[in-house]
């Protein structure tokens, strides 16, 4: 499944950086061919088995 994914990868938009939280946190999404953006939080957590 992975290679299929990176197959369909039309971009990667990487966000600048927030530190309010105390700590660094960067918003990566990632848009796919046939699909459209996808924010990388909701695949990481399709991947670990969390459903919405």
């Known amino acids: ?5 990176n197959d369909m990868v ?3 938009y990487v966000h600048a950086p927030d530190k309010s939280k105390g ?4 918003q990566i999404d990632i848009s796919y ?3 459209g953006i996808l ?3 909701l695949l990481n957590d399709l991947q670990n088995g969390e459903t919405a």
């Open 23 to 26: 700590h660094r946190e960067e």
């Open 33 to 35: 061919d046939l699909v």
């Open 39 to 41: 924010p990388a939080s």
């Open 1 to 5: 499944m992975p290679a299929v994914l």
């Open 10 to 12: 039309k971009a990667v």
